[in-house]
């Protein structure tokens, strides 16, 4: 009896550590868009004003900003008031705000990119849905979903497609509802950072980890389909000279089964996962894992995802792993 008591204690213990560190360890932000006119390919964002306004509270509050690599080079050293700035995508639009992160306030956030949009070549399945909603009418393109996958509607498409048929699927979608082509629309908008911007945003500071090849949902892929996702992205990477780290942010922030990345991981050698939910031990030394807190939302949101979600989700993985 005493004995089983001191096991469950033990455990218990140990865990309620795993939960405090999960709300104490630093607090990584993400945000798609920060600018005055959203790109029409991701509509959602926050203002540069609030953006800044944020930076200024955050500031005042006593937090530090620090660069991905420096909290990951020895993470113990930090805490809760330190705070990584990242970006998912690698939108053209925040290019202005990146580069005055660098210059004006040393601030060097990371952005995450999509290998196949780079310098602009290519869309992502879910910008061309989007896009696809916003220039073609729900009818007509509910009708073609229809064709495709059937019985799929335009808000289940996500679940229901296959992810090894995202591209080919929304590819022929474009070709019968919208009325220009994706290189056109894609030359006229340039919705991605270039090369150029690229190259100049690196020399300002700005750190690039990687976000897939083709943004898909990880948790749906096989090993095969989530090493080709990487490593595209790392080649891509280096065939360009772009020097990028060892980082992964998943799309949809929907993890790998854990077997899958503990592959990816050694095979790619990456030094940091990051995704948006949260599990004991992440967000600190051993694990890889490490959660963001997304931050482009409106204002109360905003303050409740900084302020709470680090105990919210300490609690919610604290009952998972208790008993
Ligand atoms: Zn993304």
């Known amino acids: ?19 405090m560190k999960i709300a104490t360890t630093p607090r990584v932000l993400y945000y798609h868009i920060v600018a005055d006119k959203f790109p029409e390919i991701y509509p959602n964002g926050i203002s540069v004003s609030n953006f800044f306004r944020q930076l200024g509270q955050l500031k005042r509050r006593g937090y530090k900003f620090r660069s991905l690599s420096e909290v ?34 040393n ?31 729900p009818v007509k393109l509910s009708a073609q979903i229809d064709n495709y996958v059937p019985g799929a509607t335009i808000s289940s498409f996500f679940s229901r497609i296959e992810m090894s048929e995202k591209d080919t699927v929304t590819d022929f979608l474009w070709k019968e509802v919208m009325p220009f082509s994706e290189s056109d629309y894609l030359q006229k908008h340039k919705p991605f950072l270039s090369l150029t911007q690229m190259k100049s945003l690196q020399k300002a500071g700005v750190e690039f980890g990687i976000h897939s090849w083709s943004h898909p949902d990880f948790s749906r892929l096989i090993y095969p389909e989530a090493y080709t996702e990487l490593d595209l992205c790392f080649k891509q990477m280096e065939e360009l000279s772009v020097p990028c780290k060892r ?26 996962t990051f995704g948006i939910s949260y599990g004991l031990g992440d967000n600190s030394l051993p694990y890889t894992r490490w959660q963001r807190i997304k931050m482009d939302g409106r204002k109360l ?22 008993f």
């Open 107 to 137: 601030i060097k956030p990371t952005v995450f990119l999509i290998g196949k949009c780079i310098d602009n070549k290519e869309m992502a399945w879910n910008h061309k849905l989007l896009l696809m909603k916003r220039y073609c009418s």
């Open 1 to 19: 009896m005493t004995v089983m008591y001191c096991l469950l204690k033990g455990k218990y213990e140990s865990n309620w550590i795993k939960c």
């Open 72 to 105: 990951l080079a020895n993470p113990k050293k930090f805490n809760a008031k330190d705070i990584v700035l990242t970006f998912d995508d690698g939108f053209s639009a925040n290019y202005p705000v990146l580069m005055y992160l660098g210059k004006e306030y």
């Open 247 to 272: 980082y992964f942010a998943y799309p949809y922030g929907r993890p790998a089964q854990n077997e899958i990345e503990t592959r990816l991981i050694k095979n790619f050698q990456l030094s940091a």
């Open 301 to 322: 949101t905003n303050q409740q995802q900084f302020l709470l979600m680090p105990w919210l989700r300490s609690i919610k993985a604290s009952r998972f792993n208790f």
